[in-house]
């Protein structure tokens, strides 16, 4: 019994203490024309670890670009680009990410993604991210917490049943 709580508690020591998220872009309306994408980021809280899933139809794809390139809805040299309908990319780095739709005109009408990434523990000030941001809505304001508040569960149960195990290697 020592040694199977043991082996356990190696195993979740070696599971992350801080989960991570997974954000749809864009919610129900997807990776799409005719969505506010700042309006989408506006509220959210993004740390390293957590994923952006991209779903979309067959004339849309996703590039990761510079800022400028961001900026100006140059889509010619972007530093990552993905298609085929459902696209994940992993927040690993703190920072801005930027993220356009390379089909023709398509960034220019809206499909461009810029999130600020937060460093994967909670305890700097989130700084703002760059360029206009407009107040954050009731409604995402909800969604953030309630992944806050879901994540700090998850983390308050993993130190429960690790205490409860230590307790039991201990004995
Ligand atoms: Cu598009």
Not at 10 to 24: E, Q, S
Not at 79 to 92: E, H, M, P, R, Y
Not at 93 to 116: D, E, N, Q, Y
Not at 128 to 151: I, L
Request: charged content about 15%; hydrophobic content about 40%; glycine content about 12%.
């Amino acid at each position: 019994m020592g040694l199977t709580a043991g082996a356990l508690l190696l195993f979740l020591a070696a599971v992350p203490a801080v989960f991570a998220v997974t954000f749809k872009v864009g919610d129900n309306a997807g990776w799409a024309g005719g969505v506010d994408y700042t309006d989408w980021v506006t509220g959210k809280t993004f740390r390293v670890g957590d994923t952006l899933e991209f779903i979309y139809g067959l004339s849309h794809s996703v590039s990761v670009v510079d800022k400028a390139d961001y900026d100006g809805c140059e889509t010619s040299r972007p530093t990552q680009s993905f298609s085929g309908g459902d696209t994940k990319i992993n927040l690993t780095r703190v920072g801005a990410i930027h993220i356009l739709c390379p089909s023709p005109g398509h960034c220019l009408g809206g499909m461009k993604l810029a999130v600020t990434v937060l460093a994967a523990v909670s305890s700097a000030p989130s700084p703002s991210p760059s360029g206009p941001s407009p107040s954050p809505s009731p409604g995402n304001a909800e969604n953030v917490k309630n992944a806050e508040s879901k994540r700090t569960m998850m983390s308050y149960g993993m130190i429960g049943v690790t205490m409860v195990l230590m307790y039991g290697v201990i004995r």
